[in-house]
């Protein structure tokens, strides 16, 4: 294993990730680059992990040998704006408090496009490559189910921002069927002569 000067720092930032998860993904992704010997820093909200953020925005603690910062954010109930809230404090208090931690040579990133675009920010602030991934497709989600239409500006803007994340990750991982066909019909891929 290498020291720890030279050890690579991964930080992992999933608002729902916890750690007594009910989905283990990144657990079980943190628990490998570990065993690999990256330094692992795992970023979640305080909703998600069911603490409270009493002083300031953040809360480090060791969890089963795997170190967490809580990131304060909104408590919310059912799928309304006050979630969106919570998910936009979580990635604005990331981007304003990220210069405090030790800093990761990458970020692996659970998106909820455009809600926690503020992640992009604090990137290229840090200056560090950053992999999304995506469990299902925001915003698309919201017009497929017939919430907003796609012509609304608010969802021509979160389009604008989705497309902009994508460009600027250094890796796009979707973790269902589809996506790719997705950013085709998008015509946001190379091949259809997208960025």
């Known amino acids: 294993m290498t ?18 998860p009910g989905n283990p993904r ?12 990256y330094d692992v820093l795992i970023f979640n909200s305080s909703v998600s992990e069911g603490v409270e953020v009493s002083y300031g925005n953040f809360l480090e603690k060791e969890h089963s040998g795997r170190k967490f910062i809580h990131v304060k954010s909104p408590d919310y109930v059912g799928n309304g704006l006050k979630r969106i809230l919570s998910i936009f404090m979580f990635a604005w208090r990331l981007f304003i ?9 990458v ?11 503020p992640v992009v920010w604090m990137a290229k602030r840090l200056k560090v490559p950053f992999i999304a991934e995506a469990w299902d497709l925001w915003p698309e989600f919201f017009a497929s ?15 604008w921002l989705e497309k902009r994340l994508y460009m600027q990750a250094k890796q796009v991982v979707f973790t269902f069927e589809g996506g790719l066909d997705y950013l085709r019909k998008k015509k946001w891929t190379s091949d259809l002569g997208g960025p």
Do not use: Q
Request: aromatic share 20%; net charge positive.
């Open 107 to 117: 970020i692996l990133f659970n998106v909820h496009t455009p809600f926690d675009y």
């Open 3 to 20: 020291s720890d000067r030279m050890k690579k720092r991964i930080w992992i930032v999933n608002y729902y990730t916890s750690s007594n």
């Open 97 to 105: 408090g990220c210069k405090r931690f030790s800093l990761p040579d």
């Open 145 to 159: 189910f017939g919430l907003i239409s796609k012509n609304n500006p608010a969802m021509k803007f979160a389009y």
């Open 26 to 37: 990144y657990i079980e992704f943190a628990d490998n680059f570990k065993a690999e010997g």
